[in-house]
């Protein structure tokens, strides 16, 4: 039997499939879904579970979380390691990387403003310029704004505005994205398992001085870049795209069958 670990945010976790639907409709000005789906773990059309239904005698772990950093998804893998490593042996990891640093600056409680939220949400993040501040889309992106977090007192907001304005560096985002790459890497391979991991932007996550060749090898295409889901301009895209911005179930299911079932079938 195989085991294979998937980690990952929100695009991993099944975000915006037909059974984890919740996000802000700018017409009506509502949430459409609930956010209560989202507590119930990955969905059952992400890529993660079509990996179980197509190999039934496999284990498929999926331990990835909505708005996750790069960071956290490294330490919850080494937790998750360290507290079932008794059990069974590891074959594979997938590491499905993130936007760096955003739950940092826009705080626990994501972005307060709803006329932000109108603004942004059911459309393809990238349309807006004043959101791409907001995101570190890879390893090699920067974060150069701030967001005020919701249900916190005025001098939270306050303090992270300073925090944000005058003493964080974009780099760090770069810098923990590439730490956070490489001791997944490391982990991974100290236990005898095959590594794949994939980040948004990949053409330019690859051009990164400093991912040596056996870590660029090991790059697979991120679900976002596949389906092409942020350019507002491919009209065939439209189709992968849920009005959250999220792949859907026919997204997931393209990337599995595309990029994910070679991998496996090959391993």
């Known amino acids: 039997m195989k ?43 992400c890529w993660a579970s079509l990996i179980k239904q197509h190999y039934p005698g496999y284990k498929v772990t999926n331990i990835s979380q909505p708005g996750k950093d790069n960071t956290s998804c490294f330490i919850d893998f080494l937790i998750d390691y360290i507290d079932n490593k008794t059990a069974e042996a590891i074959d594979m990891v997938i590491f499905a990387m993130t936007f760096d640093d955003r739950i940092q600056i826009a705080g626990p409680g994501g972005f307060e403003d709803d006329s932000f939220q109108s603004r942004t949400q059911g459309r393809p993040i990238d349309h807006f310029k004043d959101y791409m501040p907001m995101s570190s889309w890879s390893p090699l992106w920067s974060l150069e704004s701030w967001s ?89 895209a439209a189709q992968y795209r849920c009005p959250d911005g999220h792949a859907n179930d026919l997204g997931h299911k393209k990337y599995f069958t595309e990029i994910i079932k070679p991998i496996i079938d090959k391993a």
Not at 16 to 43: H, M, N, Q
Not at 183 to 195: P, Y
Request: charged share 20%; with cysteine.
């Open 148 to 236: 005020k977090a919701r249900g916190n007192p005025p001098e939270y907001n306050r303090a992270l505005e300073y925090y944000t304005n005058y003493l964080y560096n974009p780099a760090w985002g770069a810098k923990l994205g590439h730490l956070s790459l490489y001791g997944m890497q490391g982990l991974v391979h100290s236990i005898g398992a095959k590594f794949y991991w994939s980040a948004p932007a990949a053409a330019s996550v690859n051009k990164s001085k400093y991912l040596v060749n056996n870590v660029k090898s090991q790059e697979i295409a991120h679900i976002i870049d596949h389906l092409e889901i942020f350019d507002r301009t491919n009209v065939k």
């Open 3 to 45: 085991n294979i670990v998937v980690i990952g945010d929100s695009f991993t976790f099944g975000h915006g499939c037909s059974d984890r639907v919740f996000y802000w409709d700018p017409e009506t000005k509502k949430y459409i879904g609930s956010d209560k789906s989202l507590a119930l773990g990955p969905s059952e059309h």
